[in-house]
């Protein structure tokens, strides 16, 4: 006789690096780590959440940001590569659970970005994705740019005329 395994949930938390919770952050969940098959997609509501339901337990799925919240940009790799996240949520013989974010093991007492909660019938594994705010672009179009960029251009033909009478006194 075997038990049928249950279901699980993937509830996804959007927020940037100060807590604020993001709304509008559309994500998809795929089947394999190439995301050509998709299995839902959703967008993170006013609290910046999404949930994914009734999926697999012991299956891997993979979550993909399609597209960031309005002023953000979609979490992506120093190269630009989409971040793409692999979920597995598995039971032990003995009957607990233990979750894998990218491979790395996590259980019940985890903490932090990926959490487990719910009790044996209603699973849902915790992602947290964190959109960073960027640092703040200078000001531009000041009232010192003009006098700035006549230094500048001052600079650089003086240094040529230096440059010149330096190389015509060699000459002599």
């Known amino acids: 006789v075997y038990d ?20 509008g952050a559309e994500f998809a969940l795929y ?3 190439e995301c050509t098959k998709k299995v839902a ?10 949930e994914f339901t009734k999926l697999n ?14 002023g953000y940009r979609k979490n992506s790799d120093i190269l630009g590569k989409p971040i793409v996240t692999e979920v597995q949520l598995t039971v032990t013989e003995t ?3 233990k979750f894998f974010i990218d491979g790395k093991e996590y259980d019940k007492s985890s903490t932090g970005l990926y959490t487990l909660t719910g009790d044996t019938e209603n699973k849902a594994v915790n992602v947290t994705v964190v959109n960073q705010i960027q640092l703040r672009l200078p000001e531009t179009g000041s009232i010192f740019m003009i006098p700035m960029s006549a ?10 005329i230096l440059r010149r009478k330096k190389d015509d006194d060699q000459l002599i």
Do not use: M
């Open 57 to 70: 337990i012991a299956k891997k799925y993979y979550l993909r940001e399609e597209k960031a919240p309005a």
């Open 4 to 23: 049928k395994l249950g279901k699980f949930s993937i509830v996804v938390h959007k927020e940037n690096n100060e807590g604020l919770k993001l709304p």
């Open 151 to 160: 230094s500048g251009i001052g600079a650089v033909v003086l240094g040529g």
């Open 41 to 50: 997609s959703g967008v993170t509501n006013d609290k910046g959440i999404l």
């Open 95 to 97: 009957g607990a659970f």
């Open 31 to 33: 089947e394999d780590k």
